[in-house]
């Protein structure tokens, strides 16, 4: 089917004769410096023992590598030529980071980096590596794919009905102790027969149309990949292979495709002018596909209705980010794939591809995003 294909292209894009020399695929022989670069939950860490994605609880794994040998180093403190990572750049094995909070891994990097072999995204999401230079540095990139795809989706259908419904000021207004219907009745819709379209229908962009399906919408979606004619029916999305032509049909515009160079920036000035006037906008992809100005002075102008989205660049924001001041915006912190069901599939599926890193086993083919020189074709 449509998943199955996609696994299978990823792995095609990656055989053949690696063009690098490998660096060791596996652990070699003998205890570990592994580096986790986490969020830090202060006083929070401790109010859910199921809230492993924190620096403090570091994915809940730091007894059972300790007990086998391996040093497991945590930190929250990840920017800057002092910060705690780059003391332990040069003589770290694997790096684990998240898209939450993550660690920029640069060519610099990469080449100071001696002993790494391998580099793990707890999540979904690897853009914050350069994977030229890891592909080319024969090092291994991995992440724990499909862990929180419900939990962005879910979180995509929550935006989408928050800005239809013009949520946010209704609910500033309850906080300000004001009452002012017409305020924000004059710009609230249903979500029935609007026309919802996503760019990229993979995991998370399939679960969100199935999702959008019991509410009557007009649903597009635009992939590098066709869905199974069965699968496309049931769902009742209908396939657009010319974005450009997608765009302009669509009340409501869902990214769903990763940061590429090719995608970088892909939302600018004049993309953005050829929408739909008074679009809305949910984006839980990665926030450097969007071009931040064009963004902001969309939303001032009207252009664009309502902007949404848990992701930014850089990560996390600084506190003059326009995106954090800008109107008919319904931001938030990077939290969609971080719920706790989220955290604990993606500790899991960490500790998994440890588990067959220290073992000299294969991840699932599906996990891999640059193995033996090669990068995954969703990269490219």
């Not at 000035?269 to 992809?285: E, P, T």
């Amino acid at each position: 089917m449509a998943m199955r294909r996609a696994a299978s292209a990823a792995v095609k894009a990656m055989a053949g004769s690696p063009s690098v020399i490998s660096r060791q695929l596996h652990a070699s022989p003998g205890p570990k410096k592994i580096v986790g670069v986490f969020y830090k939950a202060n006083e929070y860490a401790k109010l859910n023992p199921n809230f492993l994605g924190c620096a403090e609880n570091a994915l809940g794994i730091r007894e059972w590598l300790e007990s086998q040998g391996h040093q497991y180093i945590v930190t929250d403190d990840k920017e800057g030529p002092n910060c705690e990572l780059e003391k332990h750049i040069p003589d770290l094995h694997v790096l684990i980071s998240t898209p939450f909070h993550p660690a920029y891994v640069t060519a610099e990097k990469i080449k100071k980096a001696k002993n790494l072999q391998l580099l793990l995204t707890a999540g979904i999401g690897s853009d914050h590596i350069d994977l030229k230079a890891a592909a080319a540095a024969g090092l291994t990139v991995a992440e724990v794919t499909g862990s929180n795809t419900v939990s962005v989706a879910e979180d995509e259908l929550m935006r989408i009905l928050i800005l239809t419904r013009n949520f946010v000021p209704a609910h500033h207004q309850v906080i300000n102790g004001e009452w002012n219907v017409a305020a924000i009745a004059h710009r609230a819709y249903d979500l029935e027969g609007k026309t919802v379209g996503t760019v990229g229908a993979g995991r998370i962009g399939k679960l969100l149309l199935q999702r959008l399906k019991p509410f009557n919408c007009n649903m597009l979606y635009h992939d590098r990949l066709k869905m199974d004619p069965e699968i496309e029916k049931e769902i009742g999305a209908h396939f657009e292979e010319d974005l450009d032509a997608m765009l302009p049909k669509c009340d409501i515009i869902v990214i769903n495709m990763p940061l590429t160079e090719k995608t970088k920036g892909m939302f600018n000035k004049d993309k953005i002018a050829k929408l739909k006037k008074g679009v809305l906008i949910v984006n839980n992809a990665r926030g450097a596909i969007m071009d931040t100005q064009a963004v902001t002075d969309a939303c001032s102008s009207g252009h664009i209705a309502g902007y949404s989205g848990d992701v930014w660049y850089p990560q996390p924001a600084p506190k003059d980010h326009p995106w954090r001041y800008m109107p008919n915006q319904a931001m938030t912190p990077h939290i969609s794939g971080t719920t706790i069901d989220g955290q604990m599939r993606y500790a899991a599926g960490t500790k998994d591809m440890l588990d067959k890193y220290f073992k000299g086993e294969d991840f699932p083919a599906q996990n891999y995003i640059v193995k033996e020189g090669k990068i995954a074709s969703q990269y490219l």
